[in-house]
């Protein structure tokens, strides 16, 4: 028995660790849309990064988001906190964008989010003081990883992304300074400023 229970860490009984390494054992825990946008100043450092979020289902109820990263702190707006502060506490302040960055505790906002994606043409978000535009979409790709770690946890996603040419953000009103990074091939552009939808979380 000693050696059963060494070898069989207690999580294994709900399938934690097993759904941790055998992606086929996860389970979907949100579906939606995420488009992202990141701007920078000329010396290369993130003057902000803004994760627009559009959920269709997930284990903490459905509704649009946004997080706002910024030097100053980290801003979330939406109209159900639960939901909207788990969207920048379990997936945010992971993601590679803010790797390195500080993240400091999110102030949330209560607000109506209006979120309109349409990978022929861009985005257009707006709520709590916030608002988003992304166009010129450069190419429309599937995407897939077993492989994505939050919080040193393996999950799994797939997405459709679609990088884009141009985008703006504006904060109170005031144009969030910073520029998109374009690069990429002709044939497989990317950019800073990216549409992602048919979006599915498993863990």
């Given at each position: 028995m000693g050696l059963l229970a060494t070898a069989t860490p207690a999580s294994a009984a709900d399938g934690t660790t097993a759904a941790a390494t055998d992606p086929a054992l996860r389970k979907p825990?949100?579906?939606?849309?995420?488009?992202?946008?990141?701007?920078f100043d000329t010396s290369g450092s993130c003057t902000?990064?803004?994760?627009?979020?559009?959920?269709?289902?997930?284990?903490?109820?459905a509704g649009n988001a946004l997080v706002l990263w910024r030097p100053d702190g980290v801003r979330v707006v939406g109209e159900d906190p639960h939901l909207?502060?788990?969207?920048?506490?379990?997936?945010?302040?992971?993601?590679?964008?803010?790797?390195?960055?500080?993240?400091?505790?999110p102030k949330f906002h209560?607000?109506?989010v209006q979120v309109r994606l349409d990978l022929?043409?861009?985005?257009?978000?707006?709520?709590?003081?916030?608002?988003?535009?992304?166009?010129?979409?450069?190419?429309?790709?599937?995407?897939?990883?077993?492989?994505?770690?939050?919080?040193?946890?393996?999950?799994?996603?797939?997405?459709?992304?679609g990088p884009c040419g141009r985008a703006q953000a504006r904060v109170d009103g005031r144009v969030q300074p910073g520029e998109i990074s374009l690069g990429g091939t002709p044939n497989r552009p990317s950019s800073s400023a990216f549409l992602a939808t048919a979006e599915v979380w498993r863990a």
């Open positions: 825990i949100l579906v939606g849309a995420n488009p992202g946008l990141q701007l902000a990064y803004l994760s627009t979020w559009q959920v269709e289902w997930s284990t903490h109820g909207a502060l788990w969207l920048a506490d379990h997936f945010v302040r992971h993601f590679p964008e803010l790797d390195g960055l500080p993240w400091s505790a209560r607000s109506p022929a043409s861009g985005l257009q978000a707006r709520g709590g003081g916030i608002e988003v535009r992304m166009a010129d979409v450069l190419d429309r790709r599937a995407f897939a990883t077993d492989q994505f770690p939050l919080a040193d946890v393996e999950h799994s996603l797939s997405l459709v992304i």
